[in-house]
C-alpha cells in the first residue's frame, strides 16, 4: 500500500523536479558590457527550500522540498560580425529531497546527480561596441548614459541523471530552446534592466511507462533595477513573472499551467583586481491553485583570466 502511495507522490511531483523548479531563473547584469576576450571561470552554491501545492482532491499535503545545488560556470566574451558577443556555460550538480503526505501517508524522495548543463550566446545588437578593457573604461567614462539592446539563445541539455523507470529525476531527458531579447539603460551609477524569454521543450519520448511527455512554452518577463556603488560594489532589486509552461502526458493535459512572480535581492564585490563574490535571494510564489512556493539562497565566486 506504501509503494503505490509512493508512486502517486512521484506522479504529481514530476512536474516540478529540480530542473523545472530552476529553468526560470532572475539574473542581474547579464546584458552589461563586458571587455573584448575576457574569461571567468566561477562556482557557486544555491539552497533553495519550499512548498509545493497540489489540488485539494489529490489527498497530497505538506509537500516541502530541500534541494542543494553546486554550479560551475565559465564565461568568454568575443567579436561577432563586429559586435560584442558572449558564451556562457553553466554544470550544475544537485543533492534533493522531497517529503509530504500522501492520504496521511509520509512519503520520502531523494535524488543526487547532474543537472542539465546550460551554454548561451547573446551578442549586443546596439550599444557598446567589441573593445579591450582599457577601451571600455575610456568608453564608459564618457558616456555616463548609454543603452544596450541585445539577443541570445540558451540551450539546455539532456544529460543530467535521467531514469525512465524513476518519475522524478534531476535531468529531463530533452532539451530546452530559450530566445531571449534584452535591454540595459545605464544613467550615471543607475542601471535599468529588462529582459523577455521564452523556453521551449522538446518532447521527451522515454517517459514513465513509455509514455511521451509535451510541454507547452513557458513565457517570461524579468527586471532589475542596479545601483553602482564605490570600488567595483553593486546592489540590485529584481522581479520576474512567468506563465504557460502546460505539460501532456500521453495526449492527457494535466492543466499544471505555470503562473510565477519571482523577487530577488543581490549584491557582488571585488575581493581582489580579479575576483569576486556575489550573494544572492530569491523567493518564488504561485499565483496558481497548484505550484511551489520557494526561497533560495546563492553566494557564488568567480575568477576573472
Known amino acids: 500500500m506504501k509503494n503505490s502511495h509512493c508512486k502517486v507522490l512521484a506522479i504529481l511531483i514530476t512536474f516540478f523536479t529540480a530542473s523545472s523548479s530552476f529553468a526560470q531563473d532572475l539574473e542581474p547584469r547579464r546584458w552589461t558590457p563586458i571587455p573584448l576576450d575576457l574569461q571567468v571561470v566561477g562556482i557557486g552554491y544555491a539552497r533553495t527550500s519550499g512548498d509545493i501545492i497540489f489540488d485539494p482532491v489529490m489527498l497530497v499535503e505538506d509537500v516541502k522540498s530541500e534541494v542543494d545545488i553546486v554550479g560551475l560556470s565559465y564565461v568568454t566574451s568575443f567579436k561577432l560580425h563586429n559586435k560584442l558577443a558572449r558564451f556562457d556555460l553553466v554544470v550544475p550538480m544537485a543533492k534533493g529531497k522531497w517529503e509530504g503526505l500522501v492520504d496521511g501517508v509520509l512519503t520520502k524522495i531523494n535524488r543526487e546527480g547532474l543537472l542539465n548543463p546550460k551554454l548561451r550566446v547573446s551578442v549586443n545588437l546596439i550599444g557598446t561596441p567589441a573593445i579591450n578593457a582599457k577601451e571600455l573604461r575610456n568608453y564608459l567614462a564618457e558616456k555616463k548614459s548609454h543603452t544596450v539592446v541585445g539577443a541570445a539563445i540558451s540551450l539546455s541539455v539532456p544529460v543530467g541523471e535521467y531514469f525512465s523507470d524513476k518519475l522524478i529525476n534531476l535531468g529531463d531527458n530533452r532539451y530546452t ?24 521543450y522538446t518532447d521527451n519520448n522515454d517517459f514513465y511507462r513509455n509514455y511521451t511527455r509535451k510541454q507547452k512554452a513557458l513565457y517570461t518577463i524579468q527586471s532589475h533595477m542596479i545601483y553602482s556603488l564605490d570600488a567595483g560594489k553593486w546592489v540590485s532589486l529584481s522581479a520576474g513573472y512567468g506563465i504557460g509552461g502546460q505539460s501532456i502526458v500521453d495526449g492527457v493535459d494535466k492543466n499544471d499551467k505555470k503562473n510565477t512572480l519571482l523577487s530577488a535581492v543581490s549584491f557582488g564585490m571585488p575581493i581582489s583586481r580579479s575576483q569576486s563574490v556575489k550573494i544572492a535571494y530569491v523567493n518564488g510564489q504561485t499565483n496558481s491553485s497548484t505550484g511551489s512556493n520557494y526561497n533560495s539562497l546563492l553566494v557564488a565566486f568567480s575568477q576573472l583570466f
Open 177 to 200: 530552446i530559450r530566445p531571449q531579447l534584452g535591454l540595459v539603460h545605464t544613467n550615471g551609477n543607475w542601471s535599468y534592466e529588462l529582459t523577455g524569454s521564452a523556453f521551449i
